[in-house]
């Protein structure tokens, strides 16, 4: 059933103008995959979720939003069906520019990012990280189905996760979230922030030569560990 898109090219004059030069907002085209769901009520719900939030935990700078968005991303997460929909870049663009658009600027103040609205590498969409990273995380089987979602500042997952396409990669996602924040150590980072960078490289160029995508959930543990060990070993 339809669902709502909007392409870059669609929305980028809207984004750029100011004042009352500000065009309308784009009427959206339609895609045509899925189930039957109502996309405006969803979509002005995320909004207003995120807006309560921000109410409630106001950023104060870009890199300011760490505790927020750990909030954040389980509650987009839950409010967004299983759909075709979340596959397809220009619903999120739409999700962005017709529900989002005061959450995120409010978000990113200052000068405007096109980027966090989608237009840009579809994966920088700011309402489509916040689902990923829940999206990742997510657990069935934990008392808490997104505890993990909740780990890591903000440099973590943009860095370490979500520019390393491990969002197609999950059970090794959640492997390296386990390693760096392990349930025996309260949830603390293993690794200091210069550590995990270099293993992080570590790993995207193994992943040259190994197929991630077939790992299971324990075995991408098993290899993380014993390329951790091997990688410190060579640096003592």
């Known amino acids: 059933m339809p669902y709502p898109i909007l392409s870059k090219a669609e929305v980028r004059p809207y984004l750029l103008a100011?004042?009352?030069?500000?065009?309308?907002?784009?009427t959206p085209?339609?895609?045509d995959e899925g189930l039957d769901a109502d996309w405006e009520s969803i979509g002005a719900e995320v909004g207003s979720v995120l807006l309560s939030l921000l109410d409630k935990h106001p950023v104060k700078s870009k890199s300011d939003g760490g505790p927020f968005e750990a909030l954040a991303a389980p509650e987009v997460h839950k409010l967004l069906p299983s759909h075709p929909a979340l596959a397809n870049a220009e619903f999120w663009i739409w999700l962005a520019v017709t529900h989002c658009e005061e959450a995120i600027d409010l978000r990113y103040a200052g000068k405007r990012?096109?980027?966090n609205f989608g237009v840009g590498g579809a994966g920088e969409n700011w309402p489509y990280r916040l689902w990923v990273r829940a999206e990742i995380a997510f657990d069935q089987n934990a008392k808490?189905?997104?505890?993990?979602?909740?780990?890591?500042d903000i440099d973590f997952w943009r860095s370490h996760v979500f520019r390393q396409g491990y969002g197609d990669v999950r059970t090794?996602?959640?492997?390296?979230?386990?390693?760096?924040?392990?349930?025996?150590?309260?949830?603390?980072?293993?690794?200091?922030?210069?550590?995990?960078?270099?293993?992080?490289?570590?790993?995207k160029r193994a992943r040259s030569n190994l197929m991630f995508e077939v790992m299971t959930e324990a075995r991408a543990t098993q290899f993380i560990e014993s390329e951790w060990e091997r990688l410190a070993q060579s640096t003592e």
Do not use: C, M, T, V
Not at 172 to 189: C, G, H, Y
């Open 18 to 26: 100011e004042g009352d030069n500000k065009p309308s907002l784009p």
């Open 29 to 31: 085209r339609l895609g």
């Open 113 to 115: 990012n096109l980027q």
């Open 144 to 152: 808490d189905h997104y505890a993990l979602a909740k780990l890591g």
């Open 172 to 203: 090794f996602a959640r492997a390296l979230l386990e390693f760096q924040f392990p349930a025996k150590a309260k949830r603390k980072p293993r690794l200091k922030i210069a550590q995990i960078r270099d293993f992080a490289k570590h790993l």
